[in-house]
């Protein structure tokens, strides 16, 4: 016995990957001479792209190779909106 566990290459696993698109629209408006009105829409992960996280790597747990969780940084959909006047 040489206390390995099956026969995978050294960092093999591969989890799913990240997909995170974020969309930003804006537009400004000149009132008169001194006056700027400018508004902005922005929205981030856009298609709502579930990021899961990576499978257990431990094989020896009873959890190994099953995905728990989202992944590091992983949002869900989220819009933001702004509006702003300079004078």
Do not use: C
Not at 24 to 44: D, G, H, N, T
Not at 54 to 69: K, L
Request: hydrophobic share 35%; no cysteine.
């Amino acid at each position: 016995s040489n206390s390995t566990f099956g026969n995978f290459s050294l960092n093999s696993l591969r989890g799913p990957q990240f997909i995170n698109q974020d969309i930003s629209v804006s537009k400004a408006f000149l009132v008169r001479e001194r006056y700027r009105f400018s508004i902005r829409a922005e929205s981030f992960n856009v298609l709502n792209h579930t990021n899961l996280g990576q499978p257990e790597s431990n094989v020896t747990s009873s959890q190994a190779g099953r995905i728990n969780g989202l992944g590091t940084g992983a949002q869900m959909r989220r819009f933001q909106f702004a509006a702003r006047m300079d004078f």
